[in-house]
């Protein structure tokens, strides 16, 4: 909206042609995001503190978390409201890969929504049943994977699945990428969520992670940098870098309020669009599989789950004293905080170790 504003005016006033370069509106667009979220948060939190939205703690959790019950929760909204109006102002709207994550982004909100409403607004405990929630989470899955295999999004996508480190190995796995592309979505979208159990702890990796991101896109999208490293390129997605921009501005300014003690909580309408956009722009740029590695947390988190729950079923034996893993950690004594810093810590080294394979093929 404003990028085509400026662009128009950019043939009288030669300064706003700065507009024209993705790096510039990039960096736009994390203040914008992160400044609509710090304007508009304490609004929000009164608002939800006044209408008594606030956060169910389950019986069988943490003891030290029976006091943040009633802590305004569905803030995920203040992010997703940030992030969509960042990218409508900065981004060219005639970019279908932008409209895809808009889609992505809208999709698993409105689903997390639901979620969030049923639980929190008519205290029904159970909310949306998984079986419902996970076929939700694959048609959106499957559509976006279609929209990308299909040339929907861009006629020359290729439906080829690059692997880090190796600059040879690109098979092409054809009509079995629509599945491959929501299989990646949804388990991202809820690994994001299961993630999101202590203060901070979800949305401040995932800064790191899309910020890493931020740097694919552009990389991705620019003809002569992708070529010097090796990066299959793709055209049109370097205004993913700008979408990234802005989700990581509008992390940045939740992570304000969100941060230990804090003052609002995600919920899934914020945790499951979020996981589901990173997905969509790692499939975009064909960096699907470094989200392995630069979303390692997210990824040990889901794992521990999975491990807890197949092992005690089929052995009565649980592997970790709580799981998700951060709640492992929780029982062994470890404060809140502690645990919170040293998983941010871990998501850096992570991101880190991912921006190396650029060079590393």
């Given at each position: 909206m404003l990028y085509a504003i400026t662009i128009a005016m950019s043939e009288w006033i030669s300064a706003l042609n700065v507009f024209r370069f993705i790096t510039f509106r990039s960096a736009v667009a994390v203040m914008f995001g992160m400044g609509i979220c710090l304007i508009l948060g304490p609004g929000l939190i009164k608002a939800l503190k006044r209408r008594r939205i606030g956060e169910e703690i389950r019986a069988d959790g943490p003891q030290s978390h029976f006091s943040k019950a009633g802590t305004p929760a569905m803030g995920g909204l203040l992010i997703l409201f940030s992030v969509i109006c960042s990218i409508l102002l900065w981004n060219s709207l005639a970019n279908r890969f932008v409209w895809l994550i808009l889609f992505v982004l809208a999709g698993f909100g409105?689903?997390?929504?639901?979620?969030?409403?049923?639980?929190?607004?008519?205290?029904?405990?159970?909310?949306?049943?998984?079986?419902?929630?996970?076929?939700?989470?694959?048609?959106?899955?499957?559509?976006?994977?279609?929209?990308?295999?299909?040339?929907?999004?861009?006629?020359?996508?290729?439906?080829?699945?690059?692997?880090?480190?190796?600059?040879?190995?690109?098979?092409?796995?054809?009509?079995?990428?629509?599945?491959?592309?929501?299989?990646?979505?949804?388990?991202?979208?809820?690994?994001?969520?299961?993630?999101?159990?202590?203060?901070?702890?979800?949305?401040?990796?995932?800064?790191?992670?899309?910020?890493?991101?931020?740097?694919?896109?552009?990389?991705?999208?620019?003809?002569?940098?992708?070529?010097?490293?090796?990066?299959?390129?793709?055209?049109?997605?370097?205004?993913?870098?700008?979408?990234?921009?802005?989700?990581?501005?509008?992390?940045?300014?939740?992570?304000?309020?969100?941060?230990?003690?804090?003052?609002?909580?995600?919920?899934?309408?914020g945790a499951l669009p979020l996981?589901?956009?990173?997905?969509?722009?790692?499939?975009?740029?064909?960096?699907?599989?470094?989200?392995?590695?630069?979303?390692?947390?997210?990824?040990?988190?889901?794992l521990s789950v999975i491990v807890q729950v197949t092992s005690f079923k089929t052995t009565g034996q649980r592997i970790f004293r709580m799981a998700p893993l951060h709640h492992h950690f929780e029982e062994k004594g470890w404060s809140e905080p502690k645990v919170i810093v040293r998983f941010w810590i871990v998501a850096v080294v992570l991101a880190l170790l991912s921006l190396s394979t650029l060079k590393l093929r």
């Open positions: 409105a689903l997390g929504f639901a979620d969030d409403y049923m639980k929190v607004v008519l205290k029904n405990k159970k909310g949306i049943t998984p079986l419902r929630k996970f076929t939700i989470q694959g048609i959106l899955g499957l559509l976006a994977g279609y929209a990308l295999y299909s040339g929907m999004v861009e006629p020359s996508f290729r439906s080829v699945v690059m692997f880090p480190f190796f600059k040879n190995i690109q098979p092409d796995i054809g009509i079995w990428y629509v599945p491959y592309a929501a299989l990646v979505i949804v388990a991202t979208s809820n690994a994001v969520n299961l993630t999101d159990g202590l203060d901070g702890l979800a949305i401040g990796p995932y800064i790191v992670a899309v910020g890493a991101y931020l740097v694919f896109s552009y990389v991705a999208g620019h003809a002569v940098i992708s070529r010097y490293l090796l990066v299959l390129p793709v055209r049109g997605v370097g205004e993913l870098a700008i979408v990234c921009g802005a989700l990581f501005g509008a992390g940045l300014g939740f992570l304000w309020f969100n941060a230990y003690p804090a003052q609002i909580f995600m919920g899934d309408v996981g589901a956009a990173l997905a969509a722009i790692a499939l975009s740029i064909k960096q699907e599989l470094l989200l392995f590695l630069v979303g390692g947390l997210f990824v040990l988190e889901a």
